[in-house]
Structures are given as structure tokens and as C-alpha cells.
């Protein structure tokens, strides 16, 4: 698998820009559209700025107060199957203003932080450890993928950029990680990973002369790592047994196997 990052610098450069982005798009939201349904069961507009906000907070605390995250964690551990909702219900209840000054606020904090962590410092997470940059990359990919949700809500298209690179990145280096979640053992084999960018060049991944490949868009396969689209809607292509059965598994954030989105056309 690839080697972690070793200056966090441009990932939290790119963190600021997609969430700049973000919140660009929901600066001027009316009550009516921040109660507008998302993709995400259950969930408006509301509850996914309230989701990144509590997230945006809790990695806060892992980077600053090791005790206090601590006690989320044990908050998580009480209730496994909830935690997760009822952080995003309770900031949702917030005046959209307070709301969105807590998101920004929180987006701010954090990345300061990230920038002022000592070099090689790991921080605890609700799976394994992280460092600034792996903490910075998780970060932007939820800030990402939850964007996506609202501008789908919002009706409205957000063109993907060369920054999904760090989300393309991690999906890569969590191949392992979606294996062990679902109970299964990773396989051996490395696998060769072939993606295009937006701008057009090519991110690869894995050896070369490996037997078995993933290609396609870039965006395509940061659609599947997130679970924001279904495999069958995707221009991914699979050579071998192991590259197919890890499309049909990939996850790239933390926690128990994500239910997935429903292909195009099927009812939920």
C-alpha cells in the first residue's frame, strides 16, 4: 500500500478550498432549502453542515485534548449504531446562522491546528491513529462528499477538481480497511490502480507490472469509495477477481460497512 504523506501542508491547503467551496454554496441557503431532503436518509441540507461541523469538532479535540476525545469515544461506544445521527439531529436544531458560524468556526480551528501539529505526531481517532495529513485528507473527503449531497439537493452541478486527488489517494490506501470491515481477509496481491483526473492526467497507483487493475475516472472511483453513487452507474473497470470483489466493497471513511447508494432508477 502507498506510504503516508509526509507534509500535511497541501492537504489542509486544499481542505480551506473545498470548504471555502462549500460554503460559498450555502452561504445564502433560505430556510426552505436548508430543509430540503438530501440523498442521505433522513437527512437535510441542515443535518449534513451539522454532521461536518461535529466532525470538524471531534477531530479538534483529537488534536488538542487527547481526554476530552476520549469521552466522545465512549459516547460513540454507548450507542454504535446512533452517535453518528444524533450529533447531526442536534446541530440541526440550531438557528441556521448559529449553525453556519459553528461550521466555519470549527473549519477554521481545525485546520489551524493541523498546521501547528509537531511533525510526525499521530493523533486518536474512532478507528485507527492519524497523523495531520491522514486527519486533514479524511476531512476533505467527507467536507467533499457531503458537499455533493447538498448541491444534488440544492439541484445544482459542482464540476469535480484535481482536489479529489486526496480522496482518490486514501481510497487506495483503505483497500485493506474495507476487506476487514466486511470480515474478510485482504487479499495478498497488490492491485494497479489507473485513474483520470479532471484535468486530464493520469493518478496511478501500485506496481506497475501487477496482475490485476482498476481504471476509470478519478471522480468515478471517489463516487464509489465515498458510497455516493452504485457501482453499476460507474465507468470502472475491473481485471481480476480480487480488483472486482474490492469495487464491490470499497470504502474509504471509518466505521461499520456503509449501506451504499441505490443504482440509478431503483427504488429505496
Known sequence: MLPPMADPTPVIDDLRAESEELDLLTAELTPRQWALPTPAPGWTVAHQI???????????????DAGAFQALVEKALAAPGTFVDEGAEEGARLPHAELTATWRAGCDALQQALRSAPPGGRFPWYGPPMSAASMATARLMETWAHGLDIAEALGVVSPPTDRIRHVARLGVRTRDFAYTVHGLTPPAEEIRVELRAPSGDVWAYGPEDAAQRV????????????????????????????????????QAFAGPPGAGRPPKGAKR
Open 215 to 250: 481504471t476509470g475516472p478519478a471522480v468515478d472511483f471517489c463516487l464509489l469509495v465515498t458510497q455516493r453513487a452504485h457501482r453499476a452507474d460507474l465507468a470502472l473497470t475491473a481485471e481480476g477477481p480480487d480488483a472486482d470483489r474490492w469495487l464491490g466493497i470499497a
Open 50 to 64: 451539522a454532521h461536518l461541523a461535529w466532525t470538524d469538532h471531534s477531530a479538534l479535540l483529537a488534536v488538542t
